[in-house]
């Protein structure tokens, strides 16, 4: 396709080709079995609104620089995310006080940590077994299943399920902020020791496929949060595992986890350490979020007139302020 940059911005057209109405638009015409596409009929159909050229050139102008915004944002996502698994590795295996390291069955540690079972000083119990899948109203108390676990340790409540407690086991699994919650179990193998820290307001209790430790209050929680993450991302569970027709790591394989503990100045260290690291890439992901908002907010508005450019006045000081309020 030719165009004819004397009157559309070749910017300008990419960010309207990607506004909804017209993505709607491709998305109820494709064709196709195996590759769907649309027809060149069907493309010449597709009605673009052209303002003066310098009108465009500001509009890609304005966009382009929220883009480079979020662009910013995931680089330090991402930069900062391998910066946390670099420390996590070498906090779990040399501490913080450069001491000498012993050969343990979960690898290097240093010298004066200790090595115990997980049963010895944590309780550890099963949730409630019950299909929730489509408890969807709010009878009864919220109840949290290894869906609403992510893959880095945070919780996923865009889909929240119920259950009514009735028994004396059902209200033994309501939950304590500071709980972790260990899915042992799951269809996808690296999801087996995805571990999550409870720190949510209100009445919430877990489902059969997790497994509630919660540690004694000589143990930083923070501190085992992240030894099990650590864990999970050197593969340890998928080493362990057994297989039928699940991946799992169950009760009894959780009960004699050889954890290596430091002391709790250690612990806690090691633990404000990593979470300093979480809260940078917590605040980029909350940034990133308030720009995306923007910036579908920004595309509807100047492709649909809405909004004139000419009354926005977008620089790098006005898109720090808009993100300001997230900091964590």
Not at 10 to 16: D, M, V
Not at 32 to 42: F, L, P, S, V, W
Not at 90 to 118: C, D, H, N, Y
Not at 276 to 304: P, V, Y
């Amino acid at each position: 396709m030719l165009i004819d940059q004397k009157k559309a911005a070749l910017k300008f057209l990419a960010y309207q080709l990607s506004a909804d109405s017209i993505q709607q638009f491709v998305a109820m015409n494709k064709r196709g079995a195996t590759i769907k596409g649309i027809t060149r009929e069907c493309l010449k159909e597709i009605r673009l609104s052209l303002p003066p050229l310098p009108e465009q050139k500001k509009i890609a102008h304005v966009l382009s620089t929220v883009q480079r915004a979020i662009e910013a944002q995931e680089r330090i996502i991402q930069t900062t995310t391998e910066l946390k698994k670099t420390l996590m590795h070498k906090l779990f295996t040399e501490g913080t006080r450069g001491e000498p390291q012993k050969q343990t069955e979960i690898g290097l540690i240093p010298e004066s940590w200790e090595v115990a079972e997980l049963e010895t000083t944590r309780d550890v119990i099963y949730g409630i077994q019950a299909s929730v899948a489509n408890n969807l109203e709010p009878i009864g108390t919220r109840i949290l299943t290894n869906k609403n676990i992510t893959l880095d340790g945070s919780f996923d409540l865009e889909k929240i399920n119920y259950f009514e407690l009735k028994t004396k086991r059902h209200f033994e699994t309501i939950l304590q902020k500071g709980d972790l919650l260990f899915n042992w179990r799951s269809g996808s193998k690296h999801h087996v020791g995805k571990t999550a820290y409870f720190d949510l307001d209100g009445e919430w209790v877990h489902s059969s496929f997790i497994l509630r430790i919660r540690p004694t209050p000589e143990t930083n929680s923070r501190f085992l949060f992240h030894y099990f993450n650590h864990l999970r991302e050197d593969d340890y569970f998928v080493k362990l595992q057994t297989y039928a027709i699940n991946a799992k790591f169950n009760k009894s394989a959780v009960n004699a986890l050889p954890t290596a503990l430091p002391n709790r100045e250690e612990q806690e260290q090691i633990a404000d350490t990593l979470d300093s690291a979480q809260r940078k890439i917590d605040t980029a992901e909350n940034k990133k979020g308030i720009l995306q908002d923007l910036f579908r907010t920004l595309l509807h508005e100047l492709m649909t007139g809405k909004k004139r450019v000419d009354a926005i006045d977008l620089c790098q000081s006005e898109l720090r302020e808009r993100t300001s309020v997230w900091k964590v």
